[in-house]
């Protein structure tokens, strides 16, 4: 009745400028990249109110120095990774912490896949939850994911991955089967390797002369072990 037109009169009255401007019809395609950067931002939040300590310290995921082309190195170290929960959880969101200054410019993911066994290999499920809550800096800045000692069993996995990540991404990946083939990507000097991987390459191909890589240190990279 009149009481309602008189609301709606005032409503108008009221009304700022910028309400009657035409608002930006968005795309599906922006309205799903904008939940995206949402859901990530609430993450990051919870992350910088936890006390994560326990995953910095166990160094599953850490900061290199360089590759070869200046751009900045994540190292991740498989045989450390626990799949039970909430331990799974708790590495992402260490992760996305700090990753997250990194991002906006391009670089390289080193994963370490030494001595990984089923405990430390998250199922597909996991990965395709992690690759969907990635906003898309992550995917378009990665400039490698260099894979150091795969085995037949993660090749299958990263096949089946295909069915959610994108082709361009598969093209960003490189197999090392060895710390030499690593040495042509990044220059040992960047890189602190666990003592357990060291000691897998040296079993398996013998010791790295380091001298070839400009150091007249022991035949090993155990100036950089942990």
Known sequence: GGADQDISDLARMQASPDDARPR???????????????????????????????????????LGGHDRAGRRIVVFVGARVSTQPPHLDRILLYTLLLMDSLVSKRYTCVYLHTDSKSEN?????????????????????????VVVHPT?????????????????????????????????????????????????????????DMRVYGTESPASVSQNVL
């Open 24 to 62: 930006p019809v968005l795309s599906e395609a922006d309205r799903r990249e904008a939940e995206l950067v949402r859901r990530y931002q609430m993450l990051l939040k919870t992350a910088a109110g936890m006390d994560l300590s326990d995953i910095e310290a166990a160094r599953v995921v850490y």
């Open 121 to 145: 290999q998250p199922d597909t499920a996991w990965l395709k939850k992690l690759y969907s809550i990635l906003p898309p800096l992550y995917k378009a800045n990665v400039n490698s994911v």
């Open 152 to 208: 037949f069993w993660l090749k299958t996995v990263m096949w089946f991955a295909k069915a959610f990540v994108t082709a361009k991404f598969f093209t960003r990946i490189a197999y090392c089967k060895s710390l030499a083939e690593l040495f042509e990507h990044v220059h040992p000097s960047q890189l602190e390797l666990p003592q357990h991987v060291v000691g897998y390459d040296e079993a398996k191909y013998g010791p790295l």
